[in-house]
């Protein structure tokens, strides 16, 4: 059984505390049985405090486009492109990352493979790296309208449940 409240944190502060934020959210996350996933509950306070800290910029730190993450960027995008189907490797597959922060991911993956069609969600005002011209940046929540009719071959997260209220859209 979960708890009914999670901690929250959502960056480094100079100071004692959350930066004047709770220190624990009421996340309700259950086990989907039949999609065989972790998903959360959403509530109009975890949406209303979410947005709030987004527009403050919330990026965590120790995140994985700084110097000791590299490691897993090089992991996660070895995984990512052998995940792909051999035979379309370099058939323009569309490939979606709900929670992409600073693009990073994305930027690795153009680097390996030029033939795919990046989009990244991301509802943080924060800054995107270098290099990712050609990727399509979407300042949202998932599921954005702007794709609501778009079918990927990839959608992929990373550490990111609460970007993604429904799955199954």
Same mark, same amino acid.
């Given at each position: ?73 090089? *992991? ?29 991911? *994305?930027?690795? *993956? ?43 071959? *990839? ?15």
């Amino acid at each position: 059984m979960l708890p009914d409240k999670l901690p929250f944190y959502f960056k480094a502060h100079p100071q004692k505390g959350n930066g004047g934020q709770p220190d624990s959210l009421p996340f309700d996350v259950y086990y989907d049985d039949e999609l065989c996933i972790y998903r959360q509950k959403t509530s109009e306070e975890l949406k209303n405090k979410l947005n709030e800290v987004y527009e403050l910029g919330s990026l965590v730190d120790g995140s994985i486009s700084n110097e000791s993450g590299k490691v897993y960027v090089e *992991l996660v995008t070895g995984f990512i492109l052998q995940s792909l189907p051999s035979k379309n490797i370099d058939k323009n597959l569309s490939v979606l990352e709900v929670g992409c922060g600073n693009a990073i991911i *994305l930027k690795e *993956l153009k680097k390996k493979n030029n033939h795919l069609k990046l989009t990244g969600i991301e509802p943080g005002s924060h800054g995107v790296v270098e290099g990712i011209e050609g990727v399509d940046i979407i300042r949202d929540f998932f599921p954005a309208r702007k794709i609501a009719d778009t079918k990927f071959d *990839l959608i992929f997260s990373l550490l990111v449940l609460e970007h993604i209220e429904d799955p199954v859209v």
